[in-house]
Structure formats: structure tokens, C-alpha cells
């Protein structure tokens, strides 16, 4: 479960990135997290990753309350949410396998543990076969598939999207939305950080709205209802 | 972690050949310090053993003044023992040193005459420490009965310069040295860390721990370090060997005992094992530090 309670970030420079966002996230829930740019929806995010912690404010996170966290427990925090980036963030010098392994012993996982999951995690996002190419040798929507399979490997309770079809075109972008949507019926709960109007219209899931720093509208339906 | 230790050696041993010429830079370097720094530590550790062997073999002689009879002269033996720093005292009367004298001259009839009047009676002393010879010498001379001293200061006071020198050198050269390889394998890490710092943030973000993203690292320096370390004691060996031999072969120095290789190659190789195996995890976790904070 997400929670958000009177948040307040202020950074270093005085920049009042949140002033006041309370709002909550249920486990199994789909929500996304929209908002034109520059209006807080990047430190949510980092807020929920453990990347900067609030000026003020509650904030919980599967269980962990990032106001309070120690710095060892973070690591642990983590672990319970897959992070999918715009940009992908895979290591291009690894294979999609090893991508996928370098998850898996970062959390300790045996030998044994990464060679049963890696291939059933990479069917669920459709890439069976695709184990042993580089991303370079990959599209832009398999690459970021393979991202989603990363954030999924550890089988983490949440995933956290954050603009994930932003370099896609729109019928790969309707793909990876259509599989983060299969994903959340699975049990996972997905938040999607997105300002694609189209993709969030086309799927009747929550809509938090995000603006200077506030939460301006919160409720399931279109961006455009929103708005 | 206990699953991880091949994927950690793996990633070491990756990490060290992706800059493969900066890692050759770094091994030199530090077979360079290592060896430095070995070879001044076995000059002083040389100094030191011949200076041992002075005193085994170095003896004070202490004559006994004329006016002195038989008895009079042996009676200073007590006092003689009691005086600090003094080892050992071996009285050796006028005969016993006649009798020596022609010895020497391989019983030439020109000596076989002499007169054992002529000779004085002495004492043969060793001492614990020759640091501390000038002050023995005094408190010798101070004795009632003893006319005259006759003693080496000149050459155990070589020795001792030699040792001192080599010793502060070495100390001096260690501590610089040291530092100087961890920079240097701190530098060449700090480079496979740039390098990678986008797959530390990847790891972070999955939920890597500080200690499981600086293992691969640590083992990058330890790899560095242990090949610094096997080299430059092959190395050691070699130069060790050849100034021996220089040794061996010069007129002048062939007096000096070189201590053979054979007899400290455990210690030399563990202290380089050791040395070289503090500046890789040093180096490495230098490098690392600022990496981790994500």
C-alpha cells in the first residue's frame, strides 16, 4: 500500500516541489499519476523509491515510512517495488538474461532461483527467445519490455512506472500499457507516472492529477474529466 | 551474499580488463612501490644481521696496565663482567698472546723468540649491543688496572649508519609508497566506477545492498593488489639475486654476508601478499565511496 499523507517537499534551492499532496494507493490497485510538467509528479516518484524524503508529511510505502527509514533498511524497501524508467535504464553491455540476473542477485537470489524465473518472467512480457540478445538488438517497445520484466523479476508488490511509453510509438505504447494492465490483474499494484492523454482516456483505471504541487483532481475516469 | 561470490569474482576480474591499459598502469606502479620499499626494508635488514655477526665476531680488547702481577691482572675479570653491555670476558695472559702472535705467523723463526714479556696481559670482551660501544669503551677505560682499549668503532659505527640510514629510509619510503599505490589503484577503480555508475544506479534501484554493489570492486582491487604483489616479489628475487652476486664478486664488498633469499622468501612474499592485498581493498573502497551514495 502507497501512502501520502500532507506531504511537503521543499528542495535545497527553494524550490516547492509538493505543498500539501495527501492521497492513498490500496495493494492491487491501478492508478495513474498525471500532471504537466514540473508539477511534482518526478518527486513523487522519488519520494516512493526512497531517492529524497519529505520536508514534511507521512509518507508509506509498503510498510516502510520514508519520513523515518535508516539508510540500511532502504535497500530492503526497494525490494518491494519494480521502478520501469522512459529511458529503460538497461546495461547495454549485459544480455537481456543477464539484465534480468543482475536483479536477481542484488536480492540474493540462487543460481537455481534466476534460471526457473528469468524465462517464466520474460514470457509473461512476451520476449521467450529473446533471453540471449543485447538491447541494442532490440526495438524501443521490446527493450522497455524488458525493463518491465526487470522490475518484475524480484515479484515486488508494486510497480512504479514513471513515463514508461514516453519513447514509444503509440501502438507500442498501447502494448505496454495493455501488459502493465494484465500485470495488475495478477495482484501487483501499478502506479504510471504518464501526461499521454490517449493512453490514460483508453483505459477506465484511476486518475491522480498532479499540479504545482498539489493534488487538483483524484478519481477514476478520463484525464480530460479531470481536467 | 552467500550466493554471490562466483557473480563477484566474475564482475572483478570483468571490471579490471575493461580498463585494461589503466590496470597494467596500476600493477606497475605498485610492483614498483613494492619493490622500493622491499628493497630498502632488506638493506636495512642486511645492516642489521652484519651488524649482529660484528658483535658475535667483534671483540674489545682490554690491556692490562704493566705494574699489575698474574693475579692482580686475573682479579679484574669480576669487576670487568659487572660493567654494562659487557657479554662475555675471556682473560688471555701474556703467554696465551705470544703464543697467538707466532701463530699467526705461522710459527716464522724471525717470532719464535719472542719474548712473552714484551706482550701485556688482556681481556677479550663482547658486548650486547654495539649502539652502545662508545659508552662500554669509557667505563673500560675507567676501570683501575686497565691501561688501554683498542676497539673497531669505525667499522660497527658504518654498520650502524648503514642501518639507521636504510632504516628511516625504508620507513620513510613505506609510508609515501603506500600511499601513493592506493591513489594510484583508487584512480584506475574509480574509473571501471565511472564507467559503471549507471549500472550502480540500476542496482540501487532494485534493491542492491552498499556491501553488494562494493564487492565487485573490492575484488577488482584485491585482484590488483595480489598480481602487484606476485610480481614484484619474482621481481624482488631477481634483483635480490643479482646484487648478491655483485656482492660475491666485488673485492671490497665480498666481506659483507648477504642474507641468502632462500631464508626470507616466506616473509618477503607474505609482506608483499599483505601489502598488496591492503592497497587493493583500500584503493578500491576509496574509489567506491562516493558511487554509493544514490
Given amino acids: 500500500m502507497i501512502r501520502l499523507k500532507d506531504v511537503v517537499k521543499t528542495y535545497e534551492n527553494g524550490t516547492d516541489a509538493l505543498r500539501g499532496v495527501s492521497f492513498s494507493i ?6 495513474f499519476l498525471v500532471g504537466p510538467s514540473g508539477s511534482g509528479k518526478s518527486t513523487i516518484i522519488k519520494l516512493l523509491t526512497g531517492e529524497v524524503v519529505p520536508t514534511s508529511g507521512r509518507v508509506i510505502v509498503n510498510g516502510f515510512s520514508m519520513s523515518r527509514i535508516d539508510e540500511w533498511q532502504i535497500p530492503y524497501m526497494r525490494r518491494t517495488i519494480g521502478v520501469i524508467f522512459q529511458d529503460f535504464r538497461l546495461i547495454p553491455g549485459k544480455t537481456v538474461y543477464d539484465n534480468l540476473a543482475l536483479a536477481m542477485y542484488a536480492v540474493d537470489a540462487s543460481r537455481r532461483e534466476i534460471q526457473r524465473r528469468i524465462p517464466y518472467v520474460l514470457e509473461l512480457v512476451g520476449l521467450d527467445g529473446k533471453a540471449q540478445r543485447y538491447p541494442g538488438e532490440l526495438s524501443g517497445g521490446e527493450q522497455q519490455r524488458v525493463a518491465i520484466a526487470r522490475a518484475l523479476v524480484n515479484n515486488p508488490s ?5 513515463e514508461p511509453t514516453g519513447n514509444l510509438d503509440p501502438g507500442r505504447s498501447l502494448e505496454i500499457m495493455t501488459l502493465l494492465e494484465r500485470i495488475n490483474a495478477l495482484g501487483t499494484t501499478v502506479v504510471v507516472v504518464t501526461h499521454e492523454k490517449g493512453l490514460v482516456n483508453h483505459f477506465d483505471k484511476r486518475v ?20 | 551474499m552467500k550466493h554471490n561470490f562466483r557473480y563477484f569474482s566474475h564482475e572483478g576480474v570483468r571490471n579490471m580488463f575493461s580498463h585494461g591499459f589503466m590496470s597494467f598502469a596500476a600493477i606497475g606502479i605498485t610492483v614498483a612501490c613494492l ?10 635488514y642486511n645492516a642489521n644481521e652484519n651488524l649482529k655477526d660484528l658483535q658475535r665476531e667483534n671483540a674489545i680488547l682490554a690491556f692490562v696496565d704493566d705494574g699489575l702481577n698474574d693475579e692482580e691482572a686475573m682479579s679484574l675479570q669480576s669487576e670487568l663482567e659487572k660493567l654494562p653491555n659487557v657479554l662475555e670476558c675471556t682473560f688471555v695472559s701474556r703467554q696465551e698472546a705470544r703464543d697467538r702472535y707466532v701463530e699467526q705467523y705461522d710459527e716464522d723463526e724471525l717470532y719464535s723468540d719472542l719474548d712473552p714479556e714484551i706482550f701485556r696481559h688482556r681481556y677479550v670482551i663482547r658486548i650486547v649491543d654495539l649502539d652502545e660501544m662508545r659508552q662500554t669503551v669509557t667505563a673500560l677505560q675507567e676501570v683501575e688496572g686497565i691501561a688501554k682499549i683498542r676497539a673497531d668503532e669505525n667499522i660497527s659505527n658504518g654498520f650502524l649508519t648503514v642501518r639507521n640510514i636504510a632504516g628511516v629510509i625504508s620507513l620513510t619510503l613505506i609510508a609515501i609508497l603506500l600511499i601513493v599505490s592506493v591513489f594510484i589503484i583508487s584512480n584506475t577503480i574509480k574509473l571501471t566506477t565511472f564507467d559503471r555508475k549507471d549500472d550502480i544506479a540500476i542496482m540501487k534501484m532494485v534493491g542492491a545492498t552498499d556491501a553488494f554493489i562494493r564487492w565487485p570492486f573490492v575484488y577488482e582491487g584485491l585482484l590488483l593488489g595480489l598480481i602487484s604483489a606476485v610480481a614484484a616479489f619474482g621481481l624482488q628475487w631477481l634483483l635480490y639475486g643479482a646484487i648478491a652476486q655483485g656482492i660475491a664478486n666485488s673485492d671490497t664488498l665480498q666481506l659483507l654476508r648477504v642474507v641468502a633469499f632462500e631464508r626470507i622468501w616466506i616473509v618477503v612474499a607474505a609482506a608483499f601478499l599483505v601489502v598488496g592485498m591492503v592497497v587493493g581493498v583500500g584503493g578500491s573502497l576509496t574509489a567506491i565511496r562516493r558511487f554509493l551514495r544514490v
Fill in chain 1, 26 to 31: 490500496e495493494d492491487g490497485e491501478f492508478a
Fill in chain 1, 158 to 162: 508494486t510497480i512504479v512506472a514513471d
Fill in chain 1, 208 to 227: 491522480i492529477m498532479i499540479e504545482d504541487g498539489l493534488v487538483v483532481g483524484d478519481g477514476v475516469g478520463s484525464y480530460e474529466v479531470k481536467e
Fill in chain 2, 35 to 44: 619493490v622500493i620499499m622491499g628493497t630498502f626494508t632488506l638493506v636495512a
